[in-house]
């Protein structure tokens, strides 16, 4: 039996520990883990450094890989919050009585193990323990080579406060970083019921062409912002502004600005705030023109067909010219990822028209694509954003973390 079986074995085992677990429980140890998160915060900083002393300070990874007193702040109420939030498990999801006198309840349940393959982000190992946990889901952590100290520290902080609560700390795994691994559990049929890979489309491709576990797909996001010809320039800005340079090494950062033709004379003011950031556009020709000589020149690049459809992951943005809505339509429909797409426009028929037809998990009508979160729709922590259409798609939170089955109760029908 080599590592991952053993593993695999332990956590098979462990399903049963967590149905035995009281909602307070789960609770308790949720927040002793936020608590023990903030003792440790020198402790988890070293080991944190350890990763981000082998990485390029320029790598777009870099800030993800970060972890900082701040942030893990951050991660210790979050834990907190999930902790308050209901038990997604034993709703009721539907109920009806047959004529023959049969009761049949749709009632929410755990998926058992779910292996999420994710790269240089240390935070998803505390978002997914938490979500998994509380959701009654044993979870295999399979993080990358760039942040295995990270990882490693926080899950073992983890496992330690299980212990010391009498809870199997194998409803937690951290499994090794190598590609082997990686390979032997998307074939573990039998053995793990979901795999959820969270990172680059590169991961994800692989991960959905190698898998033999079924696999719910999140991470990857070419996300939009199309200025319409109504729009206004001061939401438009400030939208803008927010979406590209917030964070922009997480999924819902802005990618590509679409703006209408007959509005290229606001764009210079429209992006006007992103040379604070240094943000380097890669404009098409008419929008390239219209920042000439008003965005800095070593900022201001031709764009090529290569920047439309690309996840940035950097201060860089690419710019697209439409003369219609319909353009900026076609332009999302291909190079989009499925993932957020925004429109800034005081024309309601052209807000309505754009969230109906655009194929996105998340449309937004005069607000930032930031906002695709778990936490800021009010679900607490997140496994990830779905760009998929089975069984979940946006933030996935709680309830996305269960599946359901069917209770029959009778009196002794027979067919």
Wanted: proline letters at 4%.
């Amino acid at each position: 039996m080599n590592r991952l079986q053993h593993i695999l074995h332990n956590a098979n085992h462990s399903i049963g520990v967590l149905q035995q677990l009281h909602d307070d429980m789960i609770n308790n140890v949720l927040c002793a883990i936020a608590d023990k998160t903030l003792v440790e915060i020198p402790y988890l900083l070293n080991e944190n450094k350890k990763d981000l002393d082998r990485m390029d300070r320029n790598d777009p990874k870099y800030d993800r890989l970060q972890l900082t007193e701040q942030r893990l702040h951050d991660i210790a109420s979050d834990l907190r919050h999930v902790a308050g939030l209901p038990s997604p498990v034993g709703r009721l999801l539907e109920e009806t009585t047959r004529p023959n006198g049969l009761i049949i309840k749709k009632i929410s349940v755990p998926f058992g193990i779910i292996g999420v393959i994710y790269e240089a982000r240390p935070n998803v190992s505390f978002d997914v323990f938490s979500l998994c946990f509380k959701s009654g889901n044993v979870c295999l952590l399979k993080g990358g080579h760039d942040a295995y100290n990270s990882n490693n520290a926080i899950v073992t902080l983890i496992r330690n406060v299980l212990d010391s609560f009498g809870i199997d700390p194998d409803v937690v795994s951290l499994l090794p970083a190598d590609r082997e691994t990686t390979m032997e559990l998307l074939n573990a049929v039998g053995k793990v019921d979901l795999i959820i890979p969270r990172g680059s489309q590169g991961l994800i491709d692989f991960v959905r062409n190698n898998a033999r576990v079924p696999v719910i797909e999140t991470g990857a996001g070419i996300c939009h912002t199309y200025f319409d010809q109504s729009g206004d320039l001061q939401k438009g800005t400030a939208i803008v502004n927010n979406a590209k340079t917030r964070r922009v090494s997480v999924c819902n950062a802005l990618d590509c600005l679409i703006i209408h033709a007959l509005r290229l004379h606001d764009l210079p003011l429209l992006c006007a705030p992103l040379k604070e950031h240094r943000v380097i556009l890669f404009a098409d020709d008419a929008a390239y023109e219209a920042l000439s000589g008003k965005y800095p020149e070593e900022l201001l690049q031709h764009a090529t067909e290569k920047e439309y459809g690309t996840e940035f992951l950097d201060y860089k943005m690419a710019v697209k010219t439409v003369k219609t809505l319909d353009g900026a339509l076609e332009h999302i429909a291909r190079y989009g990822s499925k993932h957020s797409e925004a429109i800034i426009s005081e024309d309601t028929q052209a807000v309505s028209r754009f969230q109906k037809e655009v194929d996105a998990a998340c449309v937004y009508a005069n607000a930032s694509t930031a906002f695709t979160d778990g936490g800021q729709f009010g679900f607490g922590a997140e496994i990830g954003i779905s760009t998929q259409k089975m069984h979940a798609r946006g933030p996935m939170a709680l309830r996305e973390m269960t599946t359901y089955k069917w209770i029959i109760s009778g009196n002794g029908q027979v067919r």
